[in-house]
């Protein structure tokens, strides 16, 4: 059974008190609050030290909090995380087995499995858990796991495209300026480049192209970065000319490079999977906590710093996005950090790591980096990480560089006592020095739940239940962008005569184009949608509807405004319109040009769309099928009345309603133990200045009792050896211990009142611990948003509020690849 002490709201279960004059840990739990891993943590100590073991025991308290984590893992051991068996049958852990080692052990696979249940059964037990606790972890969140780079497992996208980030980044330049300087630098890692933002002309240049690309809110793919790299979409740099500052024979060489990776039969691995959305893969579709492992073993050096170095941008990004917490919302857990924080040189990954050890506890994020080497951490990413968890460590100059930033602890001896201590301390004893802390302790981590298998290979990898495809969201915009890009030209391509059934897409675009766009009445003032290439546009023609609905509610309190944007394409006119047929756009208004680009070729609109009076009678149309169709749906959550934002999905307002949960619960917490504290205090000291009372009042008694029988002695020497029977003196003794055995007696009765007394302040302090320990326990310790059922609020939209922009023949601008089939050129996913 799990004791009921190591599940406290707010408070990782990390192990025991460790007393290094016995031996061994103190039986009582160590309970770490989630809020002090706000100020980061970093975990030190060489091979065999267990600080992997800690790392994991710590995470599982993590998911069992209800906090999401991003987990890199260079070695392999973290997916351990994924091996939870609450039956504890052998059979759960024999695919995990290593024959090797059965073989050495001269027992069979199965065999091992049974003792390996047994010795996991037995050591959560020693640890006052249970089974149950497993079960509770497994419930609590999911673990996935990404191998970006392969795709024979779980790969993650992340060269499909250079998406712009948010408003939120754009808006603000000194993150904007981060995560443009990040993308290049981890792009050009990529390349084996090691270049400097404000020297490096491969920097400058990538730098300006995705600048100038972003601000027009246009991605770009690799192999339109490569062509902007030959063509940029500008002729200065600063102040010099373009040719001057980076002449086209060398850019054709950056170009070349570029194209060496994208041509690369392993470029493939670089852009399947889900993308790289923070979100995503922190939380799965339904809101639910994740431990998102991104494992980078099998990968080189130069494609690890590529990886983290992304990812680290995107993390930051998705930050500096989130609002203010004084709660713990997510950790950021890097099993191994040499060479990414490096006290020497400028690596990709470094900047965003110390923006983020500077910045991320405002966010409620915090960092947790482990490494064998202290020297291996910059010591300005050390002064900026609150808790130090300390393993064995065998070299001098390891241990000077953490001497200096420990604090005194008389109980374990001067600073040279210290180093000593550090070089000898058993695997998985560490000390823990925190700011959160008066002084520096021992501790011994606990049992895992997870069973750790240590580094599992690709085979167990793809046995491992949560591999990350199945488990992660792709994001709503890739999604629509990805269905818009069918659905239109699937449209183009069937609308085609019925003798030309047989022709392929690329047909359907190529036929009967011309180099200008044919003449329209004076009455339709076409549209050309933004291309984000110039290299062999092809415009087909589809009519597109422009329009807005403002939503207005007073209960609930809305006033939002909703850009409907479609594009509907028939060779015939429809005899009823459908504008369920249409395919929405995510596209701006900036994204809306009145001219093609040069050099393009247009094919011909259908008759039916040419006709100004039609198009004017369809404005009616697609205003009443806004009205019937598109009313604004919200969820609210019927705990605690909480309506979502407009544009939130129901995975974002459930993270929302979690954390907003979890800050209300530590808001409380933090009140109750206000309550109590200064009750309990005084309590205590009234405790202890009774004991000290009992305690002299107990010597007291003993002297007086020591007296008493001296006196009583002395009298009886007197009187029957003294060759008197009643002398004075016998008699003066005699009263002396008289008076001796009344005191004793007295003396004795005030031990009993102390003892009493110590007695009673001892119930008053038990009574009120167990009322403030109920307290907590009837708390609400989370608004439960992974299994709430949420309701739906529908608003729908009022006829005046609707306003149709726009209804014309808009032109899609199609480039023709290499391959012959067309690939959409505008904007997409914006």
């Given at each position: 059974m799990t004791n009921p002490n190591i599940e406290k709201l707010g408070a990782f279960y990390l192990g025991r008190p460790y007393d290094p004059a016995q031996g061994t840990h103190i039986p009582e739990p160590l309970m770490v609050d989630s809020r002090h891993f706000l100020t980061h943590a970093v975990c030190l100590g060489m091979t065999g030290s267990g600080k992997t073991g800690l790392g994991i025991a710590l995470l599982e308290e993590a998911a069992i909090d209800g906090i999401p984590a991003i987990i890199i893992d260079p070695k392999g051991d973290m997916a351990n995380l994924a091996l939870r068996f609450p039956q504890l049958r052998p059979d759960d852990f024999a695919p995990w087995m290593d024959p090797e080692a059965a073989r050495r052990q001269g027992i069979s696979v199965d065999d091992l499995a049974k003792r390996t249940a047994a010795l996991w059964q037995e050591g959560i037990a020693k640890w006052d858990q249970s089974p149950a606790r497993i079960s509770l972890y497994q419930e609590s969140a999911d673990v996935v796991v990404y191998t970006p780079g392969n795709t024979a497992l779980a790969p993650l996208s992340i060269l499909s495209t250079f998406a712009p980030p948010?408003?939120?980044?754009?808006?603000?330049?000194?993150?904007?300026?981060?995560?443009?300087?990040?993308?290049?630098?981890?792009?050009?890692?990529?390349?084996?480049?090691?270049?400097?933002?404000?020297?490096?002309?491969?920097?400058?240049?990538?730098?300006?192209?995705?600048?100038?690309?972003?601000?027009?809110?246009?991605?770009?793919?690799?192999?339109?970065?490569?062509?902007?790299?030959?063509?940029?979409?500008?002729?200065?740099?600063?102040?010099?000319?373009?040719?001057?500052?980076?002449?086209?024979?060398?850019?054709?060489?950056?170009?070349?490079?570029?194209?060496?990776?994208?041509?690369?039969?392993?470029?493939?691995?670089?852009?399947?999977?889900?993308?790289?959305?923070?979100?995503?893969?922190?939380?799965?579709?339904?809101?639910?906590?994740q431990l998102c492992i991104v494992s980078i073993a099998h990968l080189d050096d130069r494609q690890r710093m590529f990886v983290v170095s992304l990812l680290l941008g995107r993390l930051l990004t998705w930050m500096r996005g989130q609002s203010g917490t004084s709660s713990l919302r997510a950790l950021l857990y890097m099993d191994e950090i040499f060479g990414y924080l490096p006290p020497v040189g400028q690596p990709p990954s470094k900047k965003p790591l110390m923006t983020l050890l500077k910045q991320a506890r405002a966010f409620g994020l915090g960092l947790i980096l482990a490494t064998q080497n202290p020297v291996d951490i910059d010591y300005k990413a050390l002064s900026n990480i609150g808790t130090w968890f300390i393993g064995r460590l065998q070299t001098e100059q390891d241990q000077a560089r953490l001497r200096d930033g420990l604090k005194e602890n008389p109980a374990l001896g001067n600073r040279q006592a210290l180093g000593a201590m550090l070089s000898s301390l058993q695997q998985r004893v560490f000390l823990m020095n925190s700011v959160h802390e008066e002084a520096p302790y021992l501790f011994e981590s606990r049992f895992c739940l997870s069973y750790l298998a240590g580094p599992l290979t690709r085979a167990q990898l793809r046995m491992l239940p949560g591999l990350g495809p199945v488990a992660t969201e792709v994001p709503a915009t890739a999604t629509a962008a990805t269905t818009t890009t069918a659905a239109t030209t699937t449209a183009l391509a069937t609308t085609t005569d019925a003798g030309d059934a047989e022709d392929n897409t690329a047909a359907a675009f190529t036929r009967g184009l011309a180099a200008q766009p044919p003449l329209l009445p004076a009455g339709i003032q076409p549209v050309y949608v933004h291309a984000t290439s110039h290299q062999a546009i092809c415009y087909q023609p589809m009519l597109l509807a422009y329009g807005t609905v403002f939503y207005t509610e007073t209960r609930p309190r809305i006033a939002h405004e909703v850009r409907y944007l479609l594009a509907y394409h028939s060779a015939e006119k429809p005899l009823l319109f459908n504008w369920d047929e249409a395919t929405e756009l995510s596209l701006r208004d900036e994204h809306l040009k009145p001219f093609p680009i040069d050099d393009a070729q247009f094919a011909a609109p259908p008759a039916w769309m040419t006709r100004d009076k039609e198009l004017a009678a369809l404005q009616k149309n697609f205003q009443e099928w806004l009205l019937r169709n598109k009313t604004l749906s919200l969820f609210k959550s019927p705990t605690s009345g909480i309506l979502s934002s407009p544009e939130e999905s129901e995975a974002a307002f459930r993270m929302r309603l979690r954390q907003e949960g979890r800050e209300a619960r530590d808001a409380a917490l933090d009140k109750l133990r206000t309550k109590y504290q200064g009750q309990i205090e005084r309590l205590q000291k009234q405790r202890d200045s009774a004991l000290d009372k009992l305690h002299r009042d107990q010597a007291q008694a003993s002297a007086a009792k020591l007296s008493t029988t001296t006196a009583f002695a002395s009298t009886i020497a007197s009187t029957f050896l003294g060759g008197k029977k009643f002398s004075p003196t016998a008699i003066g003794r005699a009263g002396t211990a008289a008076r001796s055995a009344q005191k004793t007696t007295q003396k004795g009765q005030s031990v009993a009142m102390s003892q009493n007394k110590l007695a009673e302040l001892e119930a008053k302090l038990a009574q009120l611990q167990q009322e403030a320990a109920r307290e907590i326990e009837n708390m609400q310790t989370d608004r439960d948003a992974s299994n709430e059922a949420l309701e739906t609020v529908e608003i729908p939209p009022k006829k005046t509020n609707i306003t149709v922009r726009l209804l014309t023949v808009g032109w899609l601008p199609f480039s023709m690849v290499a391959d012959g089939q067309p690939r959409p050129a505008w904007p997409q996913g914006v």
């Open positions: 948010p408003p939120q980044v754009m808006n603000e330049s000194d993150l904007y300026g981060d995560n443009l300087s990040s993308t290049v630098s981890a792009l050009l890692a990529l390349l084996d480049i090691s270049a400097d933002p404000l020297k490096s002309r491969e920097h400058i240049l990538l730098s300006t192209i995705l600048d100038t690309l972003w601000r027009q809110g246009q991605g770009a793919d690799l192999a339109e970065l490569i062509r902007q790299v030959q063509k940029p979409p500008f002729t200065e740099v600063g102040v010099f000319d373009l040719e001057l500052f980076y002449p086209a024979a060398d850019r054709l060489k950056l170009a070349m490079s570029l194209n060496g990776l994208l041509a690369s039969p392993d470029f493939a691995a670089w852009t399947q999977g889900p993308p790289m959305q923070i979100e995503s893969m922190l939380y799965g579709p339904s809101g639910r906590p």
